[in-house]
């Protein structure tokens, strides 16, 4: 079936989206953080409040539209699509992926505790370090989107994108973490040998002018590493969303509006964030059933797995592993014997 969405009709709708993000994060940086702070527990529950809110009225008024165009524009007629299915599949899928990526974004909250750690960054910079990652991320994540949109087109890629997915759970469930070693990292490495790095944080500058050259500050160095980090998040999580729906406008904006709440969602789990040993888990099978749609389960149910099972499974996971965290809690150390 083709998109529902091509881009070259909804090519403003892309824009005025685009547009809105850049609003909302100029609001962000610009009015709500203006100045760096210490996010406290209940800013951070009132910002991630905001950010579900807005992806779920998104989700409404998407909604609302796709009805209303699928019923009035005879293309959609002509093409056989009913417009009440297509309207409720379209908010279903859009919930989905956003389900999806909000999960598994919770990888990225375990990598920003560890980095924040490691570079001793101070809790009034961590705000806007993460919003300049996220800024990044969201391009990176455009791009994939793009590239996966023209991929997806072949059958054998989406083939592919399937098995590397439960290649990718399985090896989650299976093999211990490494940790995490910014220091070995070979873009954080290159660029530490064509900027100097200063020993010291100059406030929340990212660069700093020294005896007439650019010194980059550990600020910066930290937000390499992010921007780093995700990209290998983006290799798993796009291919993910595109095996809940081939339309790429609904893949792009659950991703944005999921991404948007990461630095909300940070600083209201960083501290509880170890309570939810069993999470990985959790998101490993997710990787696994998702991989399994793409390669199987969409072709053996007639082209689409039921969108409306997808997302109680996904639910279903990720809702028991964090329970399972909660009712099984991680062994604790012992420390050394008092003589």
Same mark, same amino acid.
């Given at each position: 079936?083709?998109?529902?969405?091509?881009?070259?009709?909804?090519?403003?709708?892309?824009?005025?989206?685009?547009?809105?993000?850049?609003?909302?994060?100029?609001?962000?940086?610009?009015?709500?953080?203006?100045?760096?702070?210490?996010?406290?527990?209940?800013?951070?529950?009132?910002?991630?409040?905001?950010?579900?809110?807005?992806? %779920?009225?998104?989700?409404? $008024?998407?909604?609302?539209?796709?009805?209303?165009?699928?019923?009035?524009?005879?293309?959609?007629?002509?093409?056989?699509?009913?417009?009440?299915?297509?309207?409720?599949?379209?908010?279903?899928? *859009? &919930?989905?992926?956003?389900?999806?990526? /909000?999960?598994?974004?919770?990888?990225?909250?375990?990598?920003?505790?560890?980095?924040?750690?490691?570079?001793? =960054?101070?809790?009034?910079?961590?705000?806007?370090?993460?919003?300049? !990652?996220?800024?990044?991320?969201?391009?990176?994540?455009?791009?994939?989107?793009? &590239?996966?949109?023209?991929?997806?087109?072949?059958?054998?890629?989406?083939?592919?994108?399937?098995?590397?997915?439960?290649?990718? !759970?399985? /090896?989650?469930?299976?093999?211990?973490?490494?940790?995490?070693?910014?220091?070995?990292?070979?873009?954080?490495?290159?660029?530490?040998?064509?900027?100097?790095?200063?020993?010291?944080? =100059?406030?929340?500058?990212?660069?700093?002018?020294?005896?007439?050259?650019?010194?980059?500050?550990?600020?910066?160095?930290?937000?390499? *590493?992010?921007?780093?980090?995700?990209?290998?998040?983006?290799?798993?999580?796009?291919?993910? =969303?595109?095996?809940?729906?081939?339309?790429?406008?609904?893949?792009?904006?659950?991703?944005?509006?999921?991404?948007?709440?990461?630095?909300?969602?940070?600083?209201?789990?960083?501290?509880?964030?170890?309570?939810?040993?069993?999470?990985?888990?959790?998101?490993?099978?997710? $990787?696994?059933?998702? !991989?399994?749609?793409?390669?199987? %389960?969409?072709?053996? *149910?007639?082209? /689409? *797995?039921?969108?409306?099972?997808?997302?109680? =499974?996904?639910?279903?996971?990720? !809702?028991?592993?964090?329970?399972?965290?909660?009712?099984?809690?991680?062994?604790?150390?012992?420390?050394?014997?008092? /003589?």
């Amino acid at each position: 079936m083709p998109s529902l969405f091509p881009f070259a009709d909804f090519w403003w709708f892309y824009a005025a989206f685009t547009g809105f993000v850049l609003l909302l994060l100029a609001l962000d940086l610009g009015v709500f953080h203006r100045k760096a702070h210490v996010v406290s527990l209940r800013e951070a529950a009132v910002w991630s409040a905001v950010w579900v809110i807005l992806a %779920l009225a998104f989700n409404y $008024l998407f909604f609302q539209y796709a009805s209303w165009k699928f019923a009035h524009d005879p293309r959609y007629a002509a093409a056989g699509v009913d417009p009440a299915g297509a309207a409720r599949q379209v908010g279903l899928e *859009f &919930l989905t992926g956003y389900l999806v990526e /909000k999960s598994l974004s919770v990888d990225n909250i375990f990598v920003f505790v560890l980095v924040f750690r490691y570079f001793a =960054i101070p809790a009034q910079y961590q705000h806007r370090v993460l919003f300049f !990652g996220i800024l990044g991320a969201l391009v990176f994540r455009a791009a994939f989107i793009a &590239l996966g949109a023209a991929l997806i087109q072949y059958h054998w890629v989406v083939v592919l994108f399937g098995v590397f997915l439960i290649f990718t !759970g399985a /090896k989650m469930l299976l093999v211990p973490d490494k940790g995490i070693h910014p220091e070995r990292n070979p873009l954080v490495r290159l660029f530490r040998k064509i900027f100097p790095v200063t020993p010291d944080f =100059i406030g929340q500058r990212f660069f700093v002018l020294l005896g007439g050259r650019f010194h980059a500050t550990p600020l910066l160095i930290a937000l390499v *590493f992010i921007e780093a980090t995700d990209i290998v998040f983006a290799v798993d999580s796009v291919p993910a =969303i595109f095996a809940i729906t081939r339309e790429p406008l609904i893949v792009f904006t659950s991703n944005v509006f999921a991404i948007l709440g990461l630095r909300a969602m940070y600083f209201l789990l960083a501290g509880a964030v170890e309570l939810f040993h069993l999470l990985k888990y959790g998101l490993a099978l997710v $990787l696994i059933f998702v !991989g399994l749609k793409m390669a199987w %389960l969409n072709e053996a *149910f007639g082209g /689409k *797995f039921p969108i409306e099972t997808s997302l109680a =499974i996904i639910a279903f996971l990720v !809702g028991a592993s964090m329970a399972a965290s909660l009712l099984f809690p991680r062994a604790r150390t012992a420390g050394p014997v008092a /003589k």
